[in-house]
């Protein structure tokens, strides 16, 4: 376990320390923990019933290994990632269910949290909070350490989600009750003023984008297997795809290799789809740290996503950390079914089939794509550093 130092902060935060699927708050527990702090990684929810699942972040052996608590080293400094099980039911039962009753299962468990707080949580000066069902844990918080500075990073804005009125309003007491809201765009600012009106205090909040480690995506890699083509379409990300809008094109544009890195396990249908085309392949999400190979290596990046998507529907978002890797490696991105407003920054946007597969046979060839964004501004080392100063004040 780790040595107690002068202070400690803990991230509540829907990721596993160990996944593949990196945020930005991976990149702010590990500067802490770099920069003198006790750190743990709080992994919330993990209800009891994803020992059943088998998803990357979700299923039996993560649970298990998470109640116990796993500590990882890095330069300087430790993290300590851990969870507490919960009593909460799948989302596709918590509709037929009182609010009440899903808040209380989401902050009950057979193992009590006084235990949890006096083994791991004691001692923490400050919480951060991400945008999920973490926003319940305020409560408790607060109750075990009333002492301790509450900061909310809300990347992904609960109530531009589609989400039931109990978790806006556990998102609104969160604003309400949090010494410093770091928001991560303009975009998020504007929506809180709407939706909440006063509750929303700007004088504590501030805006610290998402990152890229610039330098990562400026380097030259050896090729993936899969990419060692002359042609490449590469999307690398977590959100879904549309696979029958990608079996068009692979079909129509036959020069080209599409390739999804995806961790998410796609459905029988969408694998019958992947297995019926010669140039469409499937990888099963890769190690964050080789995402920067695999951006650098490809000829252009796509977003391939189906109507109606979290890209096109919410408001407070913008550019994203996916965006960020692609315009610091100057590779186009064509992008489908996305908000328009995103052609600002140079990204190429369309709405049908034939849209994309017109803009994919046109971007291929582009060797090195301008765009009307500077994502130096971005880079990792000093947002880490702005959002460790924001959180000692």
């Not at 789809?273 to 890769?286: E, F, W």
């Not at 000829?299 to 529907?313: E, G, H, L, W």
């Amino acid at each position: 376990m780790p040595i107690t130092r002068r202070r400690k902060v803990t991230f509540v935060t829907y990721h596993n320390w160990q996944t593949k699927r990196h945020g930005g708050f991976h990149q702010f527990a590990d500067y802490f923990s770099k920069n003198g702090y006790d750190v743990i990684f709080f992994s919330f929810s993990r209800p009891y019933y994803t020992v059943f699942k088998r998803e990357e972040r979700q299923n039996a052996r993560v649970l298990k290994s998470l109640i116990k608590g796993e500590l990882y080293n890095n330069e300087g400094g430790q993290i300590l990632n851990i969870t507490w099980p919960t009593l909460a039911l799948p989302g596709f039962m918590r509709k037929y269910l009182p609010g009440f009753i899903n808040k209380w299962l989401m902050t009950h468990s057979f193992i009590s949290f006084s235990k949890i707080h006096k083994k791991w949580l004691s001692g923490t000066s400050c919480f951060v909070f991400e945008s999920c069902d973490a926003v319940f844990l305020l409560d408790l918080i607060k109750r075990y350490n009333p002492k301790a500075k509450i900061v909310y990073r809300p990347s992904d804005p609960i109530v531009d989600l589609p989400s039931e009125d109990y978790l806006i309003e556990a998102e609104r007491k969160m604003l309400l009750a949090a010494d410093l809201t770091i928001l991560v765009n303009e975009e998020s600012r504007e929506l809180y003023h709407t939706k909440f009106g006063q509750s929303y205090n700007d004088r504590k909040a501030v805006v610290i984008p998402n990152g890229v480690d610039v330098e990562a995506y400026l380097k030259h890699y050896d090729c993936p297997e899969v990419l060692d083509y002359p042609k490449t379409a590469l999307y690398v990300g977590v959100f879904a795809v549309d696979w029958t809008l990608l079996k068009e094109a692979a079909l129509s544009l036959p020069d080209i290799r599409f390739v999804i890195v995806n961790p998410n396990i796609p459905s029988n249908s969408d694998e019958k789809i992947i297995n019926s085309v010669d140039n469409l392949y499937y990888v099963p999400g890769i190690n964050p740290t080789e995402v920067p190979k695999w951006v650098t290596n490809a000829s252009i990046i796509i977003q391939p996503f189906p109507k109606d998507n979290i890209f096109s529907r919410r408001i407070g978002l913008s550019l994203t950390a996916m965006h960020y890797k692609s315009i610091a490696a100057n590779k186009p991105i064509i992008a489908h079914m996305v908000k328009k407003s995103m052609e600002n920054y140079g990204l190429c946007v369309t709405e049908t089939t034939e849209e994309f597969i017109e803009a994919v046979k046109r971007g291929i060839d582009v060797k090195v794509k301008k765009y009307n964004y500077d994502v130096r501004i971005n880079d990792w080392t000093q947002l880490c550093e702005r959002f460790k100063a924001e959180v000692e004040k």
